[in-house]
Every structure is written in C-alpha cells, then in structure tokens.
C-alpha cells in the first residue's frame, strides 16, 4: 500500500512557475515509478510526467515538454513536478500516481493522491 498526498498547488499567472510536490507514506516508494496527471473542469484526466524507479529516466505530455520537470527523492519518499512558463490551459486538477512501470497509462497505476488544484490566470 501506498498513500500519496499532493501539495503546492495555487493560483500563479500565466508565465510563472510552481512546484508541486507529492509525499508518500509506506517503505515502498522506490519500488514505483511516480507519474502526474491532471483534469481540467469537463475534461478527461491526462498524463503530465512520469519518472522511473531511480529516478534516471523521465517522459513527458508534448503540451509540458520544456516547461516542466519532473523529479524525485527517494530518500524523501516524494516526487516534484517543477512547472514553469505556465500558461492558462494548464490549469488543472494535478494528482500522482504510483505504478510499478513508467508510463503514460493511468490504469496502470495502482495508487493515487487527491490532487491538488493549479490555476493559472492571464
């Protein structure tokens, strides 16, 4: 089992940048790999990020290529997801997720957090 709670949501102008950070509980957390995902008011969810077991390798959404990054601690049992050169379609519900591969599928993800809201204004 693996519990996840997101932070650092929040409201930022188009252009600027946020850090997300995801805390998990559990002896575990470097036997996943973390993904982020996110859902916009009457959309479907849609992957962001995902980054391996160790943390060496790491993919992408083409719409937050460049912009964002995502990392992780496993001495800190957490995963980021740096956003920067935020624009106003990225705003978003951002949950993470725990899976035993990286990818970009959500149902293989076994474990998620609550999310936490980003909104970006013009």
């Known amino acids: 089992q693996v519990q996840l709670v997101e932070s650092g949501g929040g409201l930022v102008q188009a252009g600027g940048s946020l850090r997300l950070s995801c805390a998990a509980s559990?002896?575990?957390?470097?036997?996943?790999?973390m993904g982020w995902f996110r859902q916009a008011p009457g959309k479907e969810r849609e992957f962001v990020a995902a980054?391996?077991?160790?943390?060496?390798?790491?993919i992408y959404a083409d719409s937050v290529k460049g912009r964002f990054t995502v990392s992780r601690d496993n001495a800190k049992n957490t995963v980021y997801l740096q956003m920067n050169s935020m624009k106003p379609e990225d705003t978003a519900v951002y949950y993470c997720?725990?899976?035993?591969?990286?990818?970009?599928?959500?149902?293989?993800?076994?474990?998620w957090g609550r999310g936490t809201q980003v909104t970006v204004s013009t």
């Open positions: 997720a725990a899976s035993r591969s990286m990818t970009g599928w959500d149902h293989e993800y076994a474990y």
């Open positions: 559990g002896r575990s957390f470097s036997s996943y790999a």
């Open positions: 980054i391996s077991l160790s943390g060496g390798s790491t």
